[in-house]
Nanobody, 118 residues
């Protein structure tokens, strides 16, 4: 059974930094890509950053140049380094995992709150 465990959220002042981590446990799956989404009340969950099994990355325009996604393959862990945080980055951040190649499956973490004060 695949499980995603997130950590690293919290409260930070504008201009500060946080690092989110997401560890994947389980076996018998092939990672397609991993990423981070975020959601605020009443809005849809939006992609923040993603990284493929080959190491390609993509970012939401609003975080380019401030956030960095990376992976530690040996530990099946993905990180999101968030620098120069802004109040508008405040949201619940969810780790996402897609497994498989032809048939794919999506998994989500429980979410971690990030609050940026002005």
């Amino acid at each position: 059974q695949v499980q995603l465990v997130e950590s690293g959220g919290g409260l930070v002042q504008a201009g500060g930094s946080l690092r989110l981590s997401c560890a994947v446990s389980g076996s018998g799956f092939r990672i397609n890509r991993m990423g981070w989404y975020r959601q605020t009340p009443g809005k849809q969950r939006d992609l923040v950053a993603a990284i493929t099994s080959g190491g390609s990355t993509n970012y939401a325009d609003s975080v380019k140049g401030r956030f960095t996604i990376s992976r530690e393959n040996a530990r099946n862990t993905v990180y999101l380094q968030m620098d120069s945080l802004k109040p508008e980055d405040t949201a619940v951040y969810y780790c996402h995992l897609r497994t498989g190649v032809i048939t794919t499956y999506d998994y989500w973490g429980q979410g971690t709150q990030v609050t940026v004060s002005s």
